[in-house]
Structures are given as C-alpha cells and as structure tokens.
C-alpha cells in the first residue's frame, strides 16, 4: 500500500487530521492498535472550545455538535463554602460547548467512511521506519499477516502511550515532566447534572468538578490517592465524597444514582521537544499531556493537527517547506500556554499531600483574587476559551 500521510492512532487527533488532510485532497490511511468499539468506549473529555468546534464545522462534522452540545458562557468556581460565577462571554466574546469527546470521535469515524478512506483498525505492531529518510513506511501486522504502507510523511497521533515518540532515538527528543500526587476518580452517571455550568471546587479534603455529558447526565469526579482502585469506590462513598467537597445548595440539588462508568485517572504534565523527526510529526498526546483540570488535552490535539494539515497542504499545493519546517514550533508555543495553564489550575485548586495551612490560605486568595478582580478573571477566561490559533 502507499499513501502520502500514514497516520498512526485513530483518536480524536488522528481523525481530525485525516478528515482536515482529505479536505485538502491529502490522501491518508490511519492505522488503530484497538477495535473502534473500544476507541468509543473511553470516556474522557467534555469540554470543547469555539476553535475546535469550528474545525469540526471546516471538515463538515459539526453538524450534531451544534445541535445536541451545550454552549456554556460561564463556569463556576467554588471555595471556603460559597460558588463565584466567572462569566466567559462577558470576557471575552467566546463560549465552550460540551460534547463529549466520543461523540467528536464518532462524527469523525462516521464521516471518514462515508468519505470511504482507509482506516485499518486492530493493526497489531506499527512500527514507524526510515522517517530520517525520504522514503518512511510504516509496518505492522493485521490479521497475523504483515503489511507496509509506504509514504511521504507519517503522523504520530497514537496517544501518550504509543509507539511514534518511542521510535524516535533518545538523543533526538527532550522531555519534560510533572507527576501529581494524586489522580482523578470520575463517574457518569444518568441523572441531570447538579446546575447548569460547570464547577470547579476547591476543598479542604481535595478537589471536586461537577461536569456533564447533556441535560439528563453527569459526570462528577473527586481528587483521589494514587494508590486508590475503583473497588475501593462504590457509588455510595463516591457520592457521600462528592457533597462533602460541595457547597451547601449544590447539595440540596444534587442527584444521585447509580454509575454507568467509574474510572480512575492518574494527573501528569508532559511535553517532548521537538514535534517533527525528519518526515515523521507527533501530534496529540502522543506528544504532550496535560492534567484535566484546564480541559485542553482534546483541544490541544486539534489545534496540532491544525497547524499539521496547514503545513502539509502548503507542501503539497505550494511545494513549499516552510509550513513543515515551522510546524513544531508553532505548535509548541500553543502548547506551553496551555500547560502552563493547566499546571497553574490543578496547583491552585487541589490538596497536595504536603500542604500545610499556608499553602491552603495562598491558594484561597487567589480564586478569591480571581473572582474579584477584572484583570484575573479575564485572563482565566482567555485561556479556559482557548487562545487563539
Ligand atoms: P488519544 O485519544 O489517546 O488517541 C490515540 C489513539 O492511538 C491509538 N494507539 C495506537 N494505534 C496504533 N498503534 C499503536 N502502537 C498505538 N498506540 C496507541 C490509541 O488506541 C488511540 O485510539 O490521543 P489524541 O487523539 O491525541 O487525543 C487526546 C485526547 O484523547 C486527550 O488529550 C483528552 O482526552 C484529554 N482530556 C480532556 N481534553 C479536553 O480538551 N477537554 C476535556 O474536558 C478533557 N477532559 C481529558 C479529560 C482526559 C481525561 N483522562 C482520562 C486522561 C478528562 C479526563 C478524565
Ligand atoms: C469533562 O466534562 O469530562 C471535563 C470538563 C472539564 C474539565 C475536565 C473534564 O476540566
């Protein structure tokens, strides 16, 4: 097989690329480790902002998006017993919308085959080759038979965990990491979400976010230890949890009911440099993590495959390299903000293991700050919309 983009990961990012890439008249082909059941099956973000959005409606997807989505112009924030609304709109003339991201990954399978390009799901052993050279290929195995693709360009959309970044020879990337003592236990759950915007809840027994899917679910999670496992966690504790981390009227008018999924989820920040390798780019995850407090992972991976089909189509149509050449570090200069971002709301709205009472009154003048001040509230809208790409 040949084609000029071989995209490795079917995830939101890979999609989005193959959908943004044939819309330029790119052909592509996109290899999946797993089946797209279980690509559907992993309930992770929610929250998307007004770009990404627009790229769904620039690759003819956005469709359902607008009409089942919710379009929120503010979010609250909660500390010391009480919830402050910041008003998103009134900052900045944008909104969020939350569709969950296996809804976005569902339009993008759905309209990939009806475009009828190729994506070979259950591929078992990709493996990245000669990207140093002007002949890349990619092999793996489908169905026990080994198979290879040659290409001009591959994109390494696999995830965090794939195997894009892993082929790339130490010498050639830097790293650059933060773990957090301790992760996310989330559960969805059919019952109308507690209000109507999303809140972020800081509390003397750790964080807490009340987020959803639509008007008739939920989807709650509490900051929990690393060491915790799921079994520790029936509904029951979850919920009990839950109203001790929120404000008095949010437990009067939460719902509770049974969990339709329950996971846990370890919180890191993470960036590789550089994002190009010869003629292979990462884009995603499979480049940079974010812990989900700023909500950017997804969006993230949207603006990467952004500035990637940008960059390919200039290529292609204008035989022209600067757009490769410079797709690395226009996208991390997108990047850093949002992980600084992200860093700067998980550190001011969880309990670290370490903090002291010192540490707890810092961090309540600043959303006290945040929520009395135009200046601070603005830029926490600024990046919580998105910044501009
Ligand atoms: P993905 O979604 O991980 O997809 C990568 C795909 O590559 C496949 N793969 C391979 N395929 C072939 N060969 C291999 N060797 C392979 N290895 C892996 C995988 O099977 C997979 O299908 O990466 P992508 O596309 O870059 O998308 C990133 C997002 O999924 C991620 O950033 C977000 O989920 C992060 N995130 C959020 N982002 C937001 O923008 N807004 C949110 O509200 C938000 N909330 C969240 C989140 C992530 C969370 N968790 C669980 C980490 C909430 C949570 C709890
Ligand atoms: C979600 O809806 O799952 C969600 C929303 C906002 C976040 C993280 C997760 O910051």
Redesign the pocket.
């Known amino acids: 097989m040949r084609t000029k983009v071989a995209i ?7 999609l989005l690329l193959g959908q943004l890439l044939h819309s330029y008249g790119i052909d592509n082909v996109i ?4 089946t797209p059941e ?2 559907l099956g ?1 309930i ?5 902002e007004e770009g990404t959005v627009a790229l769904l409606d620039q690759v003819g997807v956005g469709a359902r998006a607008h009409r089942e989505g919710l379009v929120h112009h503010g979010v609250e924030l909660a500390f010391g017993g009480a919830r402050h609304r910041i008003d998103l709109h009134a900052a900045t003339g944008k909104t969020v919308m939350i569709y969950g ?1 296996t809804e976005v990954t569902l339009d993008l399978m759905n309209a990939r085959k009806a475009a009828g390009l190729t994506t070979v799901y259950e ?1 078992a052993g ?1 493996k990245p080759l000669d990207f140093d050279t002007d002949h890349p290929r990619v092999s793996y195995a489908k169905d026990s038979v080994t198979q290879e693709i040659a290409c001009d360009f591959i994109a390494g ?7 894009s970044r892993a082929s790339v020879k130490p010498s050639a990337i830097k790293t650059f990491e933060r773990i957090y003592p301790f992760g ?1 236990l ?1 559960i969805l759950s059919e019952t109308p979400p507690v209000s109507h915007e999303l809140i972020y809840s800081n509390h003397a027994r750790g964080f807490a976010l009340c987020t959803m899917r639509s008007p008739t679910r939920s989807r709650y ?1 509490v900051q929990c230890s690393l060491d915790d496992h799921i079994d520790q966690w029936p509904d029951e504790r979850f919920w009990d949890e839950l109203k001790r981390r929120l404000d008095q009227k949010a437990v009067d008018e939460l719902v509770t009911g049974p969990s339709i999924e329950k ?1 846990i ?1 370890p919180l890191g920040s993470f960036v590789a440099e550089p994002m190009r390798f010869g003629r292979m780019f990462l ?4 480049s940079h ?2 812990p ?1 407090t700023g ?7 949207a603006s990467d495959v952004h500035y990637l089909s940008q960059a390919l189509r200039e290529y292609y149509d204008e035989k022209s390299a600067a757009g490769i050449d410079g797709y690395s570090a226009r996208a991390l200069t997108r990047v850093w903000k949002a992980v600084r971002f992200s860093w700067w709301m998980t550190s001011m709205l969880h309990k670290f293991p370490d903090q002291g009472e010192f540490d707890a009154r810092i961090q309540v003048a600043e959303l006290d700050y945040l929520v009395s001040s135009k200046a601070a509230s603005t830029s926490l809208s600024e990046n919580y919309v998105g910044l501009p790409f």
């Open positions: 490795i990961g079917a995830g939101p990012g890979g290899l999946e480790r797993q279980y690509v992993r992770r973000a929610g929250l998307l991201q591929a990709v959309c696999d995830g965090f965990h794939g195997v996310w989330g999670y996971s989820a884009a995603g995850d499979a993590r974010v989900p909500a950017k992972g997804l969006n993230l991976a």
